[in-house]
C-alpha cells in the first residue's frame, strides 16, 4: 500500500473538487492518501515520512499562481525533490485541446521555469466558468476574457470543462509514480 500526499490550492472550490476526486480514487484502489490545503502544509507543517508519492495542485486565477504555492514550493522544495511527484494546473484556457498539454499550456511552462522545485510529471485539467458563484469583479473580468477567447459569457452560466475521466485516470497514473520515476 502507497500513502499519497494530495497538496492543493483552491481560490473558488473547483481544485479542491478534483483533488478530492483524486483522493478518493487513489482510496478506492485500497491504497492511502491525504488532501491537504497548501496553506496548512507551509504553516503546519507535513510529516514527510508518512509519503511515497506527492502530488501537488493549483488553479491560475488572474494569470497567475497564488503566493502560497510558491511558498509551499520553496519551502519544500529539497523533501519535494527525494519524492516521486507530479504537479497540475486547473485553467479554463484548457478547455481547448491544445492548451491543456503541457507543452501548450503556457502557465504550465511558466511554473516550470520559475518554480525551484522541479517536477517531474505534469497535467492540466480544464477548470470551471462559475459565474453565478463568483462575485461581480470576477464575473466582469472572466467574460471580458471569456469575450476575447470565444468563450462563455453568459453571467447566469456555470460550465464544468474537467473530464473527471481523465482525473481519476491521472490518479491511478500517479500511483506508479514510483515505478516511473525511480525511489530515491
Ligand atoms: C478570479 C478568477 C480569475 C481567473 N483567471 C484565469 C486565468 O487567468 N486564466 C485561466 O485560464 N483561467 C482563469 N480562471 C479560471 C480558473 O482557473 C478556473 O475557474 C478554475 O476552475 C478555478 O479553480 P478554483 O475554483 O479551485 O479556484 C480564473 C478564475 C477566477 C475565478
Known amino acids: 500500500m502507497k500513502t499519497v500526499l494530495m497538496a492543493y490550492y483552491s481560490h473558488a472550490g473547483h481544485t479542491a473538487r478534483i483533488a478530492r476526486t483524486i483522493h478518493d480514487e487513489i482510496i478506492s484502489t485500497g491504497n492511502a492518501c491525504d488532501m491537504v490545503d497548501m496553506m496548512e502544509c507551509v504553516r503546519e507543517g ?22 502560497i504555492v510558491w511558498q509551499f514550493c520553496s519551502k ?5 525533490e527525494t519524492k516521486p511527484n507530479s504537479f497540475f494546473n486547473v485553467t479554463v ?11 501548450g499550456n503556457k502557465y504550465l511552462q511558466r ?16 477548470g470551471k466558468v462559475d459565474y453565478p458563484n463568483w462575485n461581480w469583479f470576477e ?17 447566469s452560466v456555470s460550465i464544468d470543462y474537467t473530464d473527471y475521466e481523465d482525473v ?6 500517479c500511483l506508479i509514480l514510483d515505478l516511473l520515476q525511480g525511489r530515491r
Open 46 to 67: 507535513v510529516d514527510w515520512d508518512k509519503y511515497d508519492i506527492v502530488i501537488v495542485g493549483s488553479p491560475i486565477v488572474y494569470g497567475v499562481y497564488n503566493k
Open 76 to 80: 519544500f522544495q529539497h523533501i519535494l
Open 93 to 103: 484556457v484548457a478547455r481547448s485541446p491544445l492548451k491543456a498539454t503541457p507543452e
Open 111 to 126: 511554473f516550470v521555469a520559475r518554480s525551484p522545485w522541479k517536477p517531474r510529471d505534469l497535467k492540466c485539467f480544464a
Open 139 to 155: 464575473r466582469f473580468m472572466i467574460r471580458i476574457i471569456m469575450k476575447i477567447t470565444d468563450g462563455p459569457t453568459d453571467p
Open 168 to 173: 481519476r485516470g491521472y490518479a491511478r497514473h
